[in-house]
């Protein structure tokens, strides 16, 4: 009991850690962590990891606000669309059986983890920004992942909002997690009256997370996230084979 609780909080820390040092990542840790090692179902891990990484989120932004890495205006736009899409979306993971939400989660992880790899983030100074038909765009594919899968979406948020948006790095960073929360918190709602929570694994993950959160957010000013990413990167994808291995000859 003592050691699930030590291993609990030692994942919930990582976890945040991975939002406020990248503004992303949390989710997608998260899910498979709930249902491969604490041991909840998957829609079960869906629902309790939106709580996790919606409450984290909200810390590591607040963060990120004080240091001025947070630009509001496309948060709310981007994560308003999303928000939307999220709840929506929610329901189509009741329509899926567990071992094909898993496998569908894992070959997210490997679209993501090979972009991440292939195409490398621009600089802060070489951003230009595509206008708010983009950011609309953008928020609405996230959000309807957000909602099936449970996933924040900031490994997808961040490269958009650089890319696409024209944000630099470490706004995006801080950005993403003002989104995150919105889609975290439609999504949640949308799962309303799906499997139980699991209180314990709640204020574990999050008590430890927030921590984990508030100390990646600090280490933007001397980490560069850009060169954190490839090796996430490799990291998503190893999991995502792992995924795949365990789940597709049960389908």
């Given at each position: 009991?003592?050691?699930?609780?030590?291993?609990?909080?030692?994942?919930?820390?990582?976890?945040?850690?991975?939002l406020g040092?990248?503004?992303?990542?949390?989710?997608?840790?998260?899910?498979?962590?709930?249902?491969y090692i604490v041991g909840l179902t998957p829609q079960a891990?869906?629902?309790t990891s939106l709580v996790i990484v919606g409450i984290n989120s909200v810390m590591g932004a607040l963060t990120h606000r004080v240091q001025g890495t947070l630009?509001?205006?496309?948060?709310?736009?981007?994560?308003?669309v999303g928000m939307g899409a999220a709840y929506l979306a929610a329901g189509w993971s009741k329509l899926f059986p567990p071992n094909a939400l898993m496998v569908l989660f894992a070959l997210l992880m490997v679209?993501?983890?090979?972009?991440?790899?292939?195409?490398?983030?621009?600089?802060?100074?070489?951003?230009?920004?595509?206008?708010?038909?983009?950011?609309?765009?953008?928020?609405?594919?996230?959000?309807?992942?957000?909602?099936?899968?449970?996933v924040g979406g900031g490994f997808l948020i961040v490269p958009a909002l650089v890319m696409f948006v024209g944000?630099?790095?470490?706004?995006?960073?801080?950005?993403?997690l003002v989104v995150i929360a919105m889609n975290s918190l439609a999504g949640f709602l949308g799962h309303?009256?799906?499997?139980?929570?699991?209180?314990?694994?709640?204020?574990?993950?999050?008590?430890?997370?927030?921590?984990?959160?508030?100390?990646?957010a600090r280490l933007t000013r001397i980490i560069q996230p850009q060169q954190l990413r490839r090796a996430f990167a490799f990291f998503v994808i190893v999991l995502a084979v792992f995924l795949l291995a365990d789940n597709?000859?049960?389908l």
């Open positions: 009991m003592i050691e699930q609780i030590l291993l609990d909080l030692l994942l919930g820390f990582g976890i945040g850690l991975s040092l990248l503004g992303g990542g949390g989710s997608i840790l998260t899910v498979p962590a709930l249902v891990a869906v629902t630009n509001w205006r496309v948060a709310l736009l981007f994560g308003g679209t993501v983890g090979l972009f991440l790899i292939l195409k490398p983030q621009p600089k802060d100074g070489d951003t230009i920004g595509r206008g708010w038909l983009v950011t609309i765009a953008s928020g609405l594919g996230v959000g309807l992942l957000t909602g099936l899968l449970g944000l630099p790095m470490r706004q995006a960073v801080g950005t993403s309303l009256g799906g499997p139980s929570l699991d209180l314990q694994v709640v204020v574990l993950f999050v008590a430890s997370g927030l921590a984990g959160a508030l100390a990646g597709i000859p049960q």
